[in-house]
Every structure is written in C-alpha cells, then in structure tokens.
C-alpha cells in the first residue's frame, strides 16, 4: 500500500522556522520526484517546492525561494522540507505528493502543476501567526 505521511506542522510565530516531514513507503522513493504543495483556505493549491532525490534537482516557488529547503533521504523514504522566515501569508495545509519520474518531466513542471501527482499525503496544518 503506497503511504505519504506528513508531519512537523503546527503554530509558530512570524520569522520563525518549522520542519516538515514526509513519510513515504510503498513505491520505489528513488523513481518518483516527490513534492511539496500547500493550500490556503480560499486560494488555489501552489506547488511550494519539489524534489527528484535521485539527481539531486530541485524547484522552490518565488514566493518561498530563499527561505525554504527541501531535502531528501532516500535511505529512510524521506522528503524534509525546512521552513525559515516564515510569514503569515504562508499560513496553509501543506501536502506531500509523488509522482513516477518519465522522459521530459521536471521538478518544475511538477510543482507547477503540469501534471496530476499519483500520490497524496493527507496534510499538515502549518499556522503562522503576526
């Protein structure tokens, strides 16, 4: 059975820092770029940032480049994603998903929503208050 589990959300202050842990098993981890993406109450899904393990590529959305990091432990079928300066307008329920790597697909086209994820997480409420 394909599992994502998400955890590290909670209520922190503006400026302040969370971790962010996805839990995967039930897939080959090293196949799949694996993503980040949150939703706010009324605004679309964003692709935050997206991850292919295995060649060590990476894509952050504008709005958190700089301040976020994902990472990657594909020892332990783990995605990380390190949430620094965060602000209100970060506020949101934060999604672990996969999808197979194939031919032209990029962490970039991933995150942005090009394609329909294979796999979701059930989420993690990261709050952030002024």
């Known amino acids: 059975e394909v599992q994502l589990v998400e955890s590290g959300g909670g209520l922190v202050q503006a400026g302040g820092s969370l971790r962010l842990s996805c839990a995967a098993s039930g897939f080959t981890f090293d196949h799949y770029i694996i993503g980040w993406f949150r939703q706010a109450p009324g605004k679309e899904r964003e692709g935050v940032s997206c991850?292919?393990?295995?060649?060590?590529?990476?894509y952050y959305a504008d709005s958190v480049k700089g301040r976020f990091t994902i990472s990657s432990d594909n020892a332990k079928n783990m995605v990380y994603l390190q949430m620094n300066s965060l602000k209100p307008e970060d506020t949101a329920v934060y999604y672990c998903?996969?999808?197979?790597?194939?031919?032209?697909?990029?962490?970039?086209?991933?995150?942005?929503?090009?394609?329909?994820?294979?796999?979701w997480g059930k989420g993690t409420l990261v709050t952030v208050s002024s």
């Open positions: 998903a996969a999808i197979k790597f194939r031919s032209l697909v990029t962490t970039a086209m991933v995150c942005r929503g090009y394609y329909d994820l294979d796999y």
């Open positions: 991850i292919r393990s295995s060649y060590g590529s990476t």
